[in-house]
Each structure stands twice: as structure tokens, then as C-alpha cells.
């Protein structure tokens, strides 16, 4: 998943924040698309219904043995579409919002550095907002796929994340897998009320995603 876990010192690295940085190919994506998703549909609805999804999406296999690595983006796609496709569309909404949710805390507790997790709250939101993107920028193949990511952070007083996923193949409608994830991050480590619009999205017949969070600070 997005971070490195070697320190604060990659975090200050040298990325841009308004890099754009495409996936290797074949399109990859960090496990957790899955395995969190797994995870939220049996704590909201059962094993046996998270078989059944996983099963129509053709991985029943993933629930047996979470994947260990990468996987292919059309796993989480199938997925994310077997989910819509099984269930009405604010029940979809509500799994792929807390798989987000659970993706973002799996982040946090193993991908970002106990150093920055403990300095980042502890600057001004300005700051470790755009600290924050420059790192995520570097990694964003692991959620954006074959999606190209930009991101950049405008205004110092009220700091406004825009985070931008162009062709974003995990998109459903408004998102919310990626609004969980990204509001999580961001108001943990950048502003406790940080709040999350989704501005575009490819779902919608555009051609990128497009996630606002502002961030308040505590
Ligand atoms: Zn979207």
C-alpha cells in the first residue's frame, strides 16, 4: 500500500506533490482492495454472504487465502462490481465506504512511519497535507492501478486536498471506497474534521476522479 515504512525521511522525500506517476504493467493493486473488502462485507453481513460476492466475482479463493502481494486490478474491479451488483446501491455504498475505512487503518498502523504518524498531526494542516500527498503521490499505483494520480494541495490558511485519479479503474459511482480511504488518512494525519466531496467521477461518464478534503486541524 501507498507508504514506505522506512521514516519520516521518505515522507520528506523527493517527490512532488504534483507528481503524476503511472502503475507498472500489467495494472497491479495493493492487496488490501481485497482482503478489507473481505473483511467488511463478513462484518456487515456474514462469511457466508462474503462467499457468495466473492464467489460471483470469481474469488472464492481470496477468502480461503488472502492475497500476500499485489494483484491484478481486475480483481478488485470484479469485485467492487460484484458488490454493486448483489446489493442495493446504499447497502454497496456502506461496504465499500467501511472497506475503505479498514483499508486506511491497515495503512496507518503498518505502511506509514510510527515517526510521521507521530509528527503529522502535530504540524499545521497546510503542511502535513501537502507532506502527505508528495508521499502518497510516489506510491499511488498501489490504489490508483492503471489510473494516473495527481495531487496537490491549495490555499495555507484552509488547506484544500485535491486529489485527482485519471481513468480510475476501481471508480463506482461517487466513490467511496476511495473517499473512505482518503478521508481516513487525511483526517488522522492532517486535520481531525477533514471533510471529502467527490467532485468528478469516471463512473459518471468523466474522465477522472476528483476528491476534495479540506482539512481543518484539530
Ligand atoms: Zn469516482
Not at 477468502?63 to 500476500?68: D, G, H, R, S, V
Not at 442495493?88 to 467501511?98: F, G, K, M, Q
Not at 502535513?128 to 490504489?143: K, P, Q
Amino acid at each position: 500500500m501507498p507508504m514506505s515504512n522506512q521514516g519520516i525521511g521518505r515522507i520528506l522525500g523527493h517527490g512532488s506533490a504534483g507528481d503524476a506517476v503511472a502503475s507498472p504493467s500489467p495494472a497491479r493493486i495493493g492487496p488490501n482492495a481485497v482482503i478489507q473488502t473481505g473483511q467488511a462485507l463478513s462484518a456487515l453481513y456474514g462469511v457466508g454472504a462474503a462467499r457468495l460476492i466473492f464467489e460471483s466475482a470469481g474469488l472464492g479463493r481470496h477468502l480461503e487465502a488472502p492475497p500476500t502481494s499485489m494483484v491484478d486490478e481486475h480483481e478488485p474491479v470484479a469485485l467492487f462490481a460484484a458488490i454493486r451488483a448483489m446489493l442495493p446501491p446504499a447497502e454497496a455504498d456502506r461496504v465499500l465506504a467501511e472497506a475503505g475505512y479498514r483499508t486506511a487503518h491497515y495503512i496507518l498502523d503498518h505502511r506509514i512511519p510510527p515517526l510521521a504518524r507521530k509528527i503529522l498531526p502535530k504540524l499545521h494542516p497546510a503542511i502535513a497535507s501537502r507532506l502527505l500527498v508528495s508521499a502518497i503521490a510516489r506510491h499511488a499505483w498501489t490504489f490508483a492501478g492503471s489510473g494516473v494520480f495527481r495531487g496537490r494541495v491549495m490555499d495555507w490558511t484552509k488547506p484544500r486536498v485535491r486529489l485527482e485519479i485519471v481513468g480510475n479503474p476501481l471508480a463506482t459511482p461517487g466513490c467511496p471506497w476511495h473517499g473512505a480511504v482518503f478521508q481516513r488518512l487525511f483526517g488522522t494525519l492532517c486535520g481531525s474534521a477533514a471533510t471529502a466531496r467527490h467532485l468528478e467521477c469516471c463512473a459518471s461518464g468523466q474522465n477522472r476522479c476528483v476528491t476534495e478534503l479540506l482539512c481543518t486541524g484539530t
